[in-house]
């Protein structure tokens, strides 16, 4: 008879039992002697638990594409994420009511349909698991050690446990594989070989080989760079949904709680979610978060109640996401009705044109300016599948006061069809829908080649999603990313953070478009290993708000400026990288030179009121009312002819940048610029003949720059250089290299 593998697992399981009934004891013991604390339930806000369970279904959604990302690296088999999506939440549920159960579940389905064997599957999950916990214990340092204060007290016996665990974890891998290194048996012979007798090998010491070579392929996980980015951004972004999920339950009772309180409870159950006594962990999260809570201030009845609720929204989300899970995708290789058959030969079926995906109208600014000029552009040489969102940001989190553009001279996308071609526009993406992301993805794996957009990391665990269902393995389709901002703009405390994650999306291009020889070094420099398919194409003109309704006097009469009077012109959002401070600075010189000089700053300040006030401040501590005109909000687009065709010249005073829109309007209206030598500037600013440079941050050379603008009498030279200077930066320059880069796929 054939001894078992695991000799002791009726000890194991007796002993699990035990656990279980000493924990939940315990538990019910714990809650009953403090009943009396548990009053406040009735007074619930149960409006917070539909954020809770919308936040926490995109958080399944991300923990399933990092389970995903390790099955990859593990098997290295091309299996498509909805097979391993639906394991894994399948599994999720079913560990709520069965320790382990969800992981056998997973194991048997890997191993029946996807003929992934045990033991690649046990190492998928003891790397999913490890990872996990790693990252997670990281997360909460960082954001303990640099979030809101407490008390040293408070902060440092915290800092010191996490630390600990962490070197633990670290630890753990090289640990075992010593052990395993020094007990296990040689490994098996290969196939056909018989082994001796004194090397046949059962009980422990098998146990003990098996764990060898499952410790192997959690080492290769970790040395795999790309799969080791990706499970950190997303557990990052997990950690964070998690901080989020506690802020709102707590304030559910009516208690709420620091940033730094937060993430000590976040983490520490995201810890013990990983220990899988009972069912659900039915006990120990309660037990953690009570005497953490009771600890901390906040009372051990709301902590328990907190984790209750959190279960519950928990559960519902797998359910729910399970039941959406076993209509719409049937396990294994079942046979296929008629119907099936033709929808995944539509599914596989690749078609001629290119995949474009960004906002465009009706939501507002330049990056959806720019997607709709381009998918115009576009359209006329060739197919092209244009899906746009349905809602662009969730309304709390705009720094705008609305990102819809109310404009009356719409700057939309063609919708007449055009001759021979099969372009479509569908407005579909939304933030909270994460279907309609996978949708995009199954629509864009059928073409060749894929144009995103890459601008905030807002978007990231979006893209990921996207791709992951996009990435065409038997086509090899390609995918260019438009790099409007390789690194953002404001990043004082965030920009290691969004560069990091910058850096996970981006690794996924195949070749990338940007705007200026500094974009392009920055590129180089965040995929330091990667080759890099780039080309520097400068960013294409905006002629499209010229319509030529206003002349200079026309302009000035409409906003009752004298025509004598010079007139220079900031436009645009209004955020702190484009310098508006440097020149308000500048212009008591230049007030000196001429004391009726006017500035129009035209465009809505970025991030509200508040910020406003800054400069309405400085404005008058610099007494410069008489000579500023300040409209803060959005230029409709019918308006901004008006406010270019009125000025003398633009001023650019950025003090970063990687491109900027405005001075292409700028050029559009056949206006000259005052700008600063910064790369993205340099680059399509010709001094002397388009516009003047100066050096960034420099309030003096920025006033004597004005100054000799008018001093010179360069004024007029300089719009006819514009005139010509314009037309090298066409948008069929930019559509040419797009279709010749889409030719050499086909």
Not at 260 to 266: F, V
Not at 317 to 339: A, D, H, R, Y
Request: hydrophobic share 45%; proline share 5%; charged share 20%.
């Amino acid at each position: 008879m054939q001894k078992k593998i695991f000799p002791h697992s009726r000890l194991l399981s007796t002993t699990k039992n035990i656990f279980f009934i000493i924990i939940l004891s315990l538990f019910v013991f714990y809650v009953y002697t403090n009943r009396n604390e548990f009053r406040f339930i009735f007074s619930l806000h149960y409006m917070y638990l539909i954020p809770v369970m919308l936040i926490n279904s995109f958080g399944l959604v991300l923990t399933s594409l990092q389970f995903y990302y390790v099955f990859i690296c593990v098997t290295r088999r091309d299996i498509p994420f909805s097979t391993v999506f639906r394991y894994y939440i399948l599994g999720g549920f079913i560990n709520k009511f069965i320790p382990h159960g969800g992981g056998v579940f997973r194991l048997v389905m890997f191993k029946k349909y996807v003929d992934i064997g045990y033991r690649d599957g046990i190492s998928i999950l003891a790397s999913f698991g490890w990872l996990n916990a790693m990252i997670s214990l990281s997360a909460g340092i960082l954001v303990i050690a640099f979030g809101d204060p407490l008390s040293s007290f408070q902060k440092v016996p915290v800092l010191i446990f996490f630390l600990a665990i962490l070197i633990l974890q670290l630890l753990m891998i090289p640990i075992l594989r010593l052990l395993v290194k020094k007990f296990a048996p040689p490994p098996p012979p290969p196939k056909g070989e018989t082994p001796d007798e004194q090397t046949q090998v059962t009980g422990f010491s098998r146990l003990l080989q098996e764990a060898g070579e499952i410790i192997l392929r959690i080492t290769t996980v970790m040395k795999d760079k790309q799969t080791l980015l990706e499970n950190t951004l997303i557990v990052f972004f997990n950690v964070a949904i998690n901080i989020w999920v506690i802020h709102l339950l707590f304030k559910s009772i009516d208690k709420p709680i620091t940033l730094t309180l937060s993430t000590i409870l976040a983490v520490t159950i995201r810890l013990s979610s990983l220990v899988e006594l009972t069912p659900g962990n039915l006990g120990i999260r309660e037990f953690v978060l009570g005497a953490l809570s009771s600890g901390l201030g906040q009372g051990m009845a709301q902590g328990i109640t907190v984790s209750m609720m959190w279960r519950l929204t928990a559960m519902l989300n797998k359910g729910i996401l399970s039941l959406f899970v076993l209509i719409n995708f049937k396990p294994g290789e079942l046979p296929q009705t008629k119907k099936q058959e033709q929808e995944k030969e539509n599914e596989s079926e690749e078609r001629e044109g290119i995949f474009l995906l960004g906002p465009s109208f009706p939501f507002r600014g330049g990056i959806s300016h720019y997607n709709t000029i381009l998918y115009n552009q576009l359209r006329e040489k060739t197919n092209v599948m244009f899906y746009s969102f349905k809602k662009q940001y969730i309304k709390f989190l705009f720094p705008g006061k609305t990102d819809k553009d109310s404009s009356m001279d719409k700057i939309e996308p063609g919708l007449l069809p055009v001759e021979n071609n099969n372009t479509t526009i569908k407005r579909v993406l939304h933030p909270i829908n994460l279907s309609s992301w996978v949708k995009a993805g199954k629509e864009a794996k059928k073409y060749r080649l894929i144009l995103l957009p890459w601008w905030v990391a807002f978007w990231a665990p979006y893209y990921l999603i996207f791709m992951a269902f996009a990435k065409n393995r038997k086509t090899k389709n390609k995918i260019v990313f438009f790099c409007h901002n390789v690194d953002e703009h404001e990043r004082k405390y965030t920009g290691w953070l969004k560069r990091f994650i910058a850096r996970v999306v981006l690794k996924k291009g195949d070749a990338f478009i940007l705007h200026s020889s500094a974009q392009e070094n920055q590129l180089a420099r965040l995929l330091k290993n990667k080759t890099i398919s780039a080309v520097v194409s400068p960013h294409p003109i905006y002629q499209v708000f010229n319509k030529n309704r206003y002349t200079f006097t026309t302009a000035r009469e409409s906003l009752q400026i004298p025509t004598g009077r010079k007139v220079i012109l900031f436009f645009g959002f209004i955020r702190k990288y484009k310098g508006l401070e440097v020149l308000l600075k500048s212009l008591p010189v230049v007030k000196a030179y001429d004391p009726n000089i006017l500035l129009l700053i035209v465009g809505e300040v970025w991030g509200g009121e508040r910020h406003a006030v800054r400069y309405t401040q400085l404005i008058k501590k610099l007494d410069l009312e008489s000579n500023t005109l300040f409209i803060n909000r959005y230029i409709p687009n019918e308006e901004v002819e008006l406010y270019f065709k009125a000025c003398d010249f633009a001023v650019l005073p950025y003090i970063d940048g990687s491109g900027s829109g405005i001075l292409q309007v700028a050029y559009g209206m056949d206006r000259p610029v005052v700008a600063t030598n910064i790369s993205a500037f340099r680059d399509v600013v010709e001094h002397g003949k388009t516009g003047l440079l100066v050096p960034p941050s420099d309030e003096h050379q920025m006033a004597r720059a004005i100054i000799d603008m008018y001093e010179s009498g360069g004024i007029p030279m300089m719009e006819e250089e514009v005139k010509e200077y314009k037309k090298q930066f066409d948008w069929s320059m930019l559509v040419e290299w797009i279709l010749k880069y889409y030719g050499s796929l086909r």
